[in-house]
């Protein structure tokens, strides 16, 4: 039970365990029990929750940036991708119960979760967001969807983002600028600031705004799509993936080795 911790859930009284990923606690649960865990988490902090996930990029910007690491250690963490899946793996002997990934587990959250949100969207390009919420609204209509704003504005202008997410009456914050800065801004902008709920969701408002394509599901069940991703997206994505992910193993060979010969 090394490097575990307990989380209980109410009122099935089922015990769910937090997994150390290379310094960072991460949730070890299926999608439906994902849900009922963001569900109370939300409720337990006054709708002012905080959910992050972690791939292997994630992993290897915190462990050089301080400000992120701050940001993940004050989130609810949930698991992305094959690279923290085989460090589960190797450090604790088996592979996390799903790949709860935003892209897949945001939509589906909002079909299952219990609570009736106001949902505002920030990130991604002119447009996008916007797109966005008119298909998540497709998928989840019981939420109101209040508005949105592209990421691409200068540290100058967040004073009137906030101030528009504000004035939308959001009680739930999709945030997707791309690591570190979207945890980073959700933290210091919102959590700090006892403003609404928020959650880091990377790529969702381009993938559900069909703004890029993903991987076909046979690639994905595969695990494979960031080899999909890679293809697409090679100029912007081959130091994340190629140097990244040899990072990634690298740090984990030394964290499994430390952790033998203790």
Known sequence: MAGLCRVFLLPERRIVLKRKILGLSVLAATSDEAVAIVDTHLLERGGRGFVTFLNANVSNLAADDAELREALDHSLILNDGIGVGLASYVLHGA???????????????????????????????????????????????????????????????TAAVTARIRDSGADLVLVAMGSPRQEIWAYRTLVQAKGPSAICVGGLLDFVAEEKPRAPQWVRALHGEWLFRLMVEPRRLWRRYLIGNAVFMRRLARACFRSRRA
């Open 95 to 157: 592979f996390f119960p799903d790949n709860l990934n935003g892209t897949d587990f945001i939509p589906y959250f909002l079909k299952a979760t219990r609570h009736t949100f106001r949902i505002f969207a920030v990130g991604s390009a002119e447009g996008v967001a916007e797109r966005a919420l008119d298909a998540l609204r497709e998928v989840a209509p019981r939420h109101a969807y209040v508005g949105a704003f592209h990421g691409f504005f200068a540290d100058a202008d």
